[in-house]
């Protein structure tokens, strides 16, 4: 996907939450967030809507996050991914993990063992640690943003439709209308 197609309310999203979750610092769990058309939310919800100082004027053409229950620190992002689908009413979903990057040379050396994996990466002299945000719409939209710990500043944040290939894939399969294919969210 070219970035000149990126959906600009997804964009948007996505930075709001890679912002709100940078604002918590470093070494936090995994998030999840539905996505939900914020005008449609105004119609459905006017108290709520109220609440969050939204009105039909700044709704129009963006999506407001909701987080969903904090996910444990032992509990898999990719795993509980696998376990949902979202109702119809949400639009989309995003994702926040913290993760170790390793170097491409890299690569040949990690063990298998993903617990000797962890650790190798964890002590690795050139490992990286970044944020993701992932966010991906039924409309078939995609965005992500990096933060790197090393250049933990604002200016310094990536974006852009395809960084997160992977994490992109497994939030879209969370977006089936098959409600027979998994449990859906609550």
Known sequence: ??????????????????????????????????????????????????????DAASAEGSLT??????????????????????????????????????PPDADGEVPEDPAAAEQYAREHPDRQEVRMVAGVTRAGATYCALRLRAHDEDTSVVGGA???PALVAMLAATLT?????????S
């Open 65 to 102: 996050p909701v987080e969903q229950d904090h996910l444990r620190p032992d509990q898999l992002l990719e795993q509980v991914l696998e376990a949902i689908t979202w109702p119809p009413e949400v639009a989309g979903c995003a994702a926040v993990v913290e993760r170790l990057v390793l």
């Open 1 to 54: 996907m070219d970035d000149l197609d990126v959906d600009p309310a997804l964009a948007s999203v996505v930075l709001e939450i890679e912002q709100h979750v940078a604002e918590g610092g470093w070494d936090q769990p995994a998030r999840l967030y539905a996505l939900v058309d914020t005008a449609d939310l105004v119609r459905r919800e006017p108290a709520l809507a109220s609440l969050m100082g939204l």
């Open 162 to 164: 395809d960084l997160v």
């Open 177 to 185: 209308d098959d409600p027979d294919e998994t449990d859906e969210a």
